[in-house]
């Protein structure tokens, strides 16, 4: 079968640099995607990792190894309005299917 | 342009009725899917529409749940014989494509309450 899993809730200072994990055991996916979704709203896309290594996009980075089925998100120059879940997907190799971890509620504080 | 639109924002029926959410995914997308939300949860995948295939509906928790997208457009989710337990934001996403890395837009959700 198919896991996902991430801390539930983080707490960071404004300004600081925050890393969310994200570990996965899946039999086959093509990549793993990164969402944000501020309380009571929809998700929205961050960043989409196929290889391993670091993307980078302005102050969010995603990290991938796929040896290690473990992710990460990196944000950096923490803003208050960053205060909201981020939530890991896996795409299912067999029917490009999303598998979508529980989300990590990140609060900062001043 | 416009984004995904869902209606209504907000349900609220009593066990046992049947209830209809309806989505309007982003022109020219011919990739659908209906998710579920629950209060602290992540999403949880119920159907999914890829242009004129059949849908892929693996993720439909029972019987009660269907779905239907007409016209490569719209699509409707109905819920027959309520239950408290399908409590939840539902919420509807479209891509351009229905695999290979394509972004997921989505929606506003429609939070539905079961009495």
């Known amino acids: 079968g198919q896991n996902i899993d991430q801390p539930t809730e983080m707490t960071a200072t404004e300004g600081a640099i925050v890393q969310i994990n994200c570990t996965y055991q899946?039999?086959?996916?093509?990549?793993l995607f990164w969402y944000q979704q501020h309380a009571g709203e929809a998700p929205t896309f961050l960043s989409y990792n196929v290889l391993d290594g670091l993307e980078e996009k302005g102050r969010f980075s995603s990290f991938l190894s796929r040896s290690k089925g473990y992710s990460y998100l990196l944000l950096k120059e923490l803003q208050m309005k960053d205060s909201a879940s981020y939530l890991c997907a896996v795409e299912l190799r067999s029917n490009y299917q999303l598998i979508w971890g529980a989300g990590t509620k990140l609060i900062i504080k001043p | 342009g416009a984004g995904v639109s869902q209606s209504p924002s907000n349900k609220v029926t009593e066990k046992g009725k049947d209830v209809e959410l309806r989505c309007d995914p982003i022109?020219?997308?011919?990739?659908l899917y209906w998710y579920r939300q629950s209060l602290g949860q992540g999403l949880e995948f119920l159907i999914y529409?890829?242009?004129?295939?059949?849908?892929?509906k693996s993720g439909l928790p029972s019987d009660r749940f269907s779905a239907e997208r007409t016209g490569g457009s719209v699509s409707t989710l109905t819920i027959q014989r309520t239950q408290q337990e399908d409590s939840a934001v539902y919420l509807c996403a479209s891509s351009s494509q229905g695999q290979g890395a394509y972004e997921q837009y989505f929606g506003p959700g429609t939070r539905l309450t079961v009495t």
């Open positions: 529409f890829q242009g004129n295939s059949a849908p892929d």
């Open positions: 022109s020219g997308h011919t990739a």
């Open positions: 899946t039999s086959g996916f093509n990549g």
